[in-house]
């Protein structure tokens, strides 16, 4: 520990926060008031944007997303702001032709933001490969990411081999990504030593607190050499959100590793956050202990959820146990991809019909059978083709990289939105959230022609 090197911290509270714990529905004027000393911190960067907060900025908090990172920007003046960027899937949960991402790219760095985390949920590089480059064109910072997920094909030569493609494609830095919360002290350590070892570049590390592991794995990232940590403010932090930014601030004080941050300043910032989340009692419905089902099946919290409530409707709740044995099944069937947005709900829905039904894949949803034909990009690795010949028969699976065979979606998306469009971010809106965008765009052009009678 002879080495003297000060470990960054991104705040999360304001993105991944909010998303993980309050279902995403945090209102941009409970960011604003704190912002000035949130400022004051030093944070690597602020999360802010991305992921769920487009969709539910529009779908229920009748915000404009666009808005919403204009003004945050406005407040942060000298902070980076960071988003979570789902590669070719933009902010949704399909694949949407490159016009639409250049577009998001152009408009978001427009709109002031800083870094881009960019990840697949199948790590299948292809399709993050355009958001590199559109990012690095605009000028900002493309963060490659690779989630961490457990199999048989995903050894450290698997994160070591994906660290390279990213690095090679011109990434600025690399992040591991923990969304399930499994990722072990040990690993962590490996596979960050190896990245800052055989690629030299700069390294930021995200976990989930579900499994309860998520500060052990951090303390052994830092003696691995990583740069930045994801952490929330302790008020909005744990459970299934990140490790507590206090309490990582505390645990390397006075080690060659000291962030250097306030513990005052951010008490004063986590007594702020206690009171907002009270506004979202509703909504804060997060285990308070840990969730070690994640550990045994790699299933996040969320999906489990959502299996008793399918199963409650069909008076199956008896058949828990044997969908989540399934799950495992249904995933090696598949490649093994990781349980994140969208593959976890592919592979959790197929699952749960597999034991309903007790017949395997005699029915599949259109979702798996997209899968199985590859227009959600490459497996880890190959399928089972006995299971894949009953999802789609003798369809030969494309090979190429999804979003090649996706023609232009920006003019129907303008035409669409022309009657009732402001900016041209608008057009971006539609074009992403067809089903949603377009009565929020609508509403707001009613208010603003009640307002001016």
């Known amino acids: 520990m002879g080495e003297t090197r ?31 000393k949130v400022e004051q911190v030093g944070f690597h960067a602020v999360e802010i944007w991305g992921g769920a907060t487009f969709d539910s900025c529009m779908r229920f908090l009748n915000e404009d997303p666009w808005e919403r990172l204009r003004t945050v920007r406005r407040h942060f003046k000298n902070s980076k702001l960071q988003m979570l960027l789902r590669g070719q899937n933009v902010v949704g949960y399909k ?18 933001l800083d870094i881009f985390r960019i990840f697949d949920a199948l790590n299948d590089t292809r399709n993050m490969e355009k958001a590199i480059e559109f990012v690095k ?13 457990i199999s048989p094909v995903h050894d450290y030569d698997f994160y070591m081999r994906t660290g390279a493609e990213l690095k090679e494609m011109g990434v600025d830095s690399l992040c591991l990504k923990d969304m399930a919360g499994i990722l072990a002290p040990q690993p962590a ?21 579900t499994s309860g592991m998520a500060s052990m794995t951090y ?28 309490s990582m601030v505390a645990a390397l004080k006075d080690t060659p590793y000291d962030t250097g ?34 550990l045994t099946y790699q299933i996040p919290g969320g999906m489990i959820s959502n299996f008793i409530n399918q199963l409650k409707e069909q008076n199956a709740l008896d058949k828990l146990p044997q969908v989540l044995a399934e799950v495992p099944r249904v995933r090696e069937d598949f490649g093994y991809p990781p349980l994140v947005t969208p593959s976890s709900q592919i592979v959790g829905s197929q699952a749960a019909l597999n034991v309903l039904l007790g017949d395997r894949y005699r029915i599949a949803t259109d979702e798996v059978k997209n899968y199985m034909r590859g227009y959600y990009g490459r497996p880890p690795a190959p399928v089972n083709e006995e299971a894949r010949k009953k999802i789609i028969g003798d369809e030969e699976p494309i090979t190429c990289r999804p979003a090649d065979l996706i023609e232009p979606e920006l003019p129907k998306a303008r035409e669409e939105c022309k009657d009732y469009m402001e900016k041209e971010e608008d ?18 052009k009613k208010k603003k022609e009640a307002n001016q009678q």
């Open 219 to 246: 303390l052994k990232a830092v003696e691995a050499g990583v740069d930045v940590l994801d952490c929330a403010i302790s008020t909005m932090a744990l459970q299934s959100s990140q490790p507590s930014i206090e």
């Open 95 to 112: 694949h949407y032709a490159d016009d639409v991402l250049e577009e998001f790219i152009k408009r978001t760095v427009d709109n002031g």
């Open 137 to 149: 064109r605009e000028g900002a910072h493309a963060q490659g990411t690779v989630v961490y997920t």
């Open 6 to 36: 000060r470990v960054k911290i991104m705040d999360t509270t304001m993105r991944d926060g909010h998303q993980s714990l309050l279902a995403t529905r945090m209102r941009t004027e409970h960011m604003l008031p704190i912002a000035e």
């Open 189 to 209: 350590y490996d596979i960050i030593k190896g990245w800052k070892e055989k690629l030299g570049i700069m390294v930021q590390l995200h976990c989930h607190y």
């Open 261 to 294: 941050l306030d513990l005052e300043l951010l008490s004063e910032i986590a007594e702020y956050f206690k009171e907002v989340r009270t506004h979202y009692a509703e909504f804060d419905n997060a285990s308070c202990s840990p969730d070690t089902n994640v």
């Open 427 to 444: 057009i971006v809106s539609v074009a992403l959230f067809p089903q949603v965008a377009p009565n929020f765009l609508k509403e707001r």
